[in-house]
């Protein structure tokens, strides 16, 4: 008999795909430059020339019975040893290799962190609006997630709700900042905040509250941003990272887990983390990518694109009456819908060959998200198609 969960979910639409999808077979028809596809988070720019020349030099260089060979659980030795080093220079923090576990790209790592710091039944909060996939990710896990309203306004934490919520199972609070998909940067102050009430909630119910940060936009951080690394914080932080933004890597799937040295029972969180892998079939990332991205981790892509690309998008958007938070971070933007049905709004887009994801899959009705990774070019001309949406409701 086929399993029911799973068969149960494809009822499920992944509305994402969906629409890009369609934009891909509507391109067939109309031509690809009439297109105006937002809706993937794909990156649109080259991994930095270095990523190929050491992945060559690897090639060339080690045996290939080393090379393309499993690595260790927790990853290769040298590559966490770097990834450390990198992390305490950049942050001045002082994670030690026992601190990192590498990982299938930044779900790989979510998967190994839901799994660690909690029991099935244990209650995950996030907020919104919030990465789609956190819902199977958690119930994957046999997880609850709790996913407290947003703050409209700013995009900051509605700690009012958020206080309301936490309860005695809670074990642990998700967060993602820069955020999927409204491109705010959570404020030091917010960051502060939260790691006070997790302190003092933490103490009141007699167990550890962990707080997960989900930072694969970690370095698209626009002039001017305050950011600060969340870890710095909260010592009871689990981080999860991708390099799949930073350097254009998202088709490699690599990233890490590291646990704050300081964090309740560290060093046991990561000697788990081989055991999850084995139940849940994600044991070792690529060896060769983890190879690279030890040499590479202090290098990022060109990533000036996604600011470039975020001023001319907000300031024509203001200009034509829509609202948004203007993003600190990625390269994504939430604007609201310009009728309280965002999924009724976007089929209009479409009709347009304008591609847009509505936000009610974030956890956030009446917003839409603009996924603006893809060349200049192509957000300048799809300004007048916003515009004449705009028209049609102001």
Request: charged share 20%.
């Amino acid at each position: 008999m086929l399993n029911k969960q799973y068969t149960s979910m494809l009822q499920e639409k992944d509305v994402i795909f969906e629409i890009f999808q369609y934009a891909t077979e509507r391109a067939k028809v109309v031509g690809a430059e009439n297109i105006y596809d937002f809706s993937l988070g794909n990156p649109s720019v080259p991994a930095p020339s270095i990523v190929n020349e050491t992945i060559v030099q690897k090639v060339n260089t080690l045996d290939p019975l080393a090379l393309h060979g499993y690595s260790p659980s927790f990853g290769i030795m040298e590559t966490r040893e770097k990834i450390a080093v990198f992390l305490n220079k950049k942050y001045g923090s002082s994670y030690k290799a026992s601190n990192i576990f590498m990982a299938i790209g930044a779900a790989g790592a979510l998967a190994h962190a839901f799994r660690a710091v909690t029991n099935p039944g244990d209650e995950i909060i996030t907020f919104a609006p919030c990465f789609s996939e956190y819902k199977p990710y958690t119930a994957g896990a046999g997880l609850k997630l709790t996913i407290i309203p947003a703050d409209i306004d700013t995009f900051q934490i509605n700690f009012a709700a958020f206080e309301a919520q936490l309860n005695e199972n809670t074990t642990a609070v998700l967060i993602n900042s820069p955020n999927n998909p409204s491109g705010i940067v959570y404020s030091t102050e917010t960051i502060k905040k939260l790691a006070d009430i997790l302190t003092e909630k933490s103490k009141e119910f007699g167990h550890p509250i962990y707080l997960i940060s989900d930072e694969p936009y970690r370095d698209i951080i626009f002039e001017g941003v305050n950011a600060p690394y969340v870890a710095n914080y909260y010592k009871n932080t689990l981080t999860c990272y991708s390099f799949s933004k930073s350097i254009s890597l998202p088709g490699e799937r690599i990233g890490y887990l590291a646990v704050h040295p300081d964090c309740i029972e560290a060093n046991k969180i990561i000697e788990i983390c081989p055991q999850i892998s084995r139940t849940i079939g994600q044991n070792g990332a690529a060896s060769l990518m983890q190879r690279t991205v030890a040499d590479v981790c202090n290098y990022t892509s060109d990533l000036s694109v996604y600011e470039t690309n975020k001023k001319i998008l907000f300031e024509a958007l203001k200009e034509y009456g829509y609202h948004c938070v203007e993003p600190g971070g990625t390269f994504y933007m939430f604007p609201r819908s310009l009728e309280p049905d965002s999924q009724a709004f976007c089929k209009k887009a479409m009709e347009k060959d304008l591609m847009l994801v509505p936000g009610d899959i974030f956890g956030c009705p009446g917003h839409f998200r603009i996924a603006y990774c893809v060349p200049t070019e192509r957000v300048e001309k799809a300004l007048p198609i916003f515009k004449e949406l705009a028209e049609e409701y102001l």
